[in-house]
């Protein structure tokens, strides 16, 4: 037995040292594996959920772009443009030598207006079909629905008139003041346009 021991053998197994060390070593290198491959494991679902996490903002960033994208395509197929036809009709009256009221006309159209020019050799005779006193005339008379509108009144007060539709005649912009549509120059007093009745004028609004 003592020789056996020598020998290195178990005296019950006759198993030999070297085996239970290498059993043992099979046993820690069994144990280090599976601890790696835990910690692979580990590694590959952090990195797994990482890509999940990429995928979904990637997703989230293109559904966006996809709503942006079809928000433009649906603003542009409904887009509409201004034009004339969003505006009442006007007809505007004036003698074929006055460049300002040619000018008038433009800019009544710029706004959006359906402009209705007519020349007339006898401008006086349209200002007394509407009532149009000499203290209140303009350089041309216009007629929007039931209202004249007398010389270049800026855009804002017709739509003003339209919009709230008093009991008036119509509205004027007496003479040919600078800085009216139409017209160059700068007018330190403003614009003051008035309006117009049985009663007389008043004014109506004031640029």
Request: aromatic share 8%; charged share 25%.
């Amino acid at each position: 037995m003592e020789e056996n021991n020598k020998n290195g053998h178990c005296p019950h197994c006759q198993v030999s040292d070297e085996t239970i060390q290498n059993l043992k070593n099979s046993a820690q290198n069994s144990k280090k594996a599976e601890h790696d491959f835990k910690k692979q494991q580990k590694g590959g679902d952090r990195l797994g959920l990482v890509r999940a996490q990429k995928v979904k903002k990637i997703i989230f960033i293109g559904l966006i772009l996809v709503l942006v994208a079809g928000g433009a395509v649906w603003g542009l197929a409904n887009y509409k443009p201004a034009s004339s036809s969003d505006k009442p009709k006007i007809t505007v009256y004036y003698s074929s030598t006055c460049s300002c009221c040619k000018e008038y006309i433009t800019y009544l159209r710029a706004k959006g207006f359906q402009v209705d020019a007519k020349q007339t050799e006898n401008a006086l005779s349209v200002k007394e079909k509407y009532g149009i006193s000499s203290d209140i005339e303009g350089c041309h008379t216009s007629v929007v629905g039931d209202y004249f509108v007398e010389g270049m009144v800026p855009a804002e007060a017709i739509s003003k008139l339209l919009e709230e539709k008093p009991d008036i005649k119509g509205i004027a912009l007496p003479g040919m003041p600078n800085n009216a549509p139409g017209m160059p120059g700068y007018n330190i007093k403003g614009l003051k346009v008035y309006g117009v009745s049985d009663k007389g004028t008043s004014e109506f609004i004031s640029f």
